[in-house]
């Protein structure tokens, strides 16, 4: 398993990705927008120029 990313806002451990129009950041529970606390761990969606990726490790 990889190294685990943090957060760019808080330093918590990511839950995943999310991309808005070509900038990009990894986020914990508490910053993560509610389209990608929506999705199971594992789970990608892509929104036009949206990309959200939830980890599979939580």
Not at 8 to 20: H, M, N, P, T
Not at 38 to 49: H, I
Request: with cysteine; proline share 2%; net charge negative.
């Amino acid at each position: 398993m990889g190294e685990i990313e943090k957060c760019e806002y808080c330093g918590k451990d990511a839950i995943g990705l999310q991309s808005f129009e070509g900038s990009f950041a990894y986020v914990c529970e508490d910053h993560a927008d509610g389209l990608l606390r929506a999705l199971k761990p594992g789970e990608k969606k892509s929104y036009g120029v949206c990309y959200l990726e939830r980890y599979d490790n939580n």
